[in-house]
């Protein structure tokens, strides 16, 4: 699709234009239409919901052609999956990065990205009622899945490389990665929700992924779980720095 947007951009120009410079042109001018497209995608989502969102508005927010939306994306569901990854992308980069060799770095990760979260409240609201949708567009489900799994073969593939859980076939990685991620949606949407407050959301996200992953660790890491499901029941502030 983008390919065709850039062939006939390049055609439009004087025919005496060299070639390379004109590629490049076209190329960033591309760039910046679908960075303006999302940026103003995003903002819609945050507003309306995935419910609201519609390309004619897109079109007017950001004044382009519905035609030029569907030859830049392909579709609806593709301007809203592309929207949701650049949106938490960008929050991902924010946070800073922290190795991930040990039970306790990892929770201190996860409580990062909680804590983002929390700023984010009515898109979150809405993606996660998209999540739980039995009619949800399969592509956006994928990208709110990928999301929350990570890269790769998500956490379960990671974790088994530091050797921090037991080998698993492929069938009980997924299984582990899918109860990670439905965990994860479960307690945004009790937040988002007004069920729990901010604080003790953080803290949930924490307990739930130990819960989630404690079966499948090697035996010399589940006292360590053990340790840290027992300090977050016991002090909400135990694990922060």
């Known amino acids: 699709m983008a390919r065709r947007l850039l062939d006939s951009e390049s055609a439009a120009e004087p025919d005496g234009a060299e070639e390379l410079p004109r590629r490049k042109y076209a190329s960033a ?39 030029t939306l569907y030859n830049v994306f392909g579709s609806k569901e593709e301007i809203v999956a592309a929207a949701i990854d650049a949106h938490f992308a960008e929050l991902v980069r924010e946070v800073r990065p922290t190795p991930a060799d040990t039970l306790e770095e990892q929770l201190v990760g996860i409580r990062d990205i909680a804590r983002a979260t929390i700023g984010l409240r009515r898109y979150a609201t809405a993606m996660v009622g998209v999540f739980f949708s039995p ?68 803290v949930r996200a924490q307990l739930y992924f130990l819960s989630c992953i404690r079966a499948y660790l090697r035996a010399s890491h589940r006292a360590e779980a053990d340790a840290l499901i027992a300090a977050l029941l016991k002090d909400n502030g135990a694990l922060d720095a």
Not at 147 to 170: C, H, N, T
């Open 135 to 202: 009619a949800v567009d399969r592509r956006i489900y994928d990208s709110l899945y990928r999301i929350s799994q990570g890269s790769g073969e998500g956490w379960s593939g990671r974790a088994e490389k530091s050797k921090l859980v037991v080998k698993m076939s492929p069938g009980n990685r997924a299984r582990l990665n899918n109860l990670i991620v439905n965990q994860s949606y479960a307690n945004v949407t009790d937040w988002a929700a007004g069920r729990i407050d901010d604080e003790e959301f953080v």
């Open 29 to 67: 001018l591309m760039r910046d239409r679908r960075d303006r497209i999302l940026a103003e995608a995003q903002g819609l989502l945050d507003e309306m919901g995935v419910e609201g969102f519609t390309i004619r508005e897109l079109s007017r927010r950001a004044d382009v052609a519905q035609r």
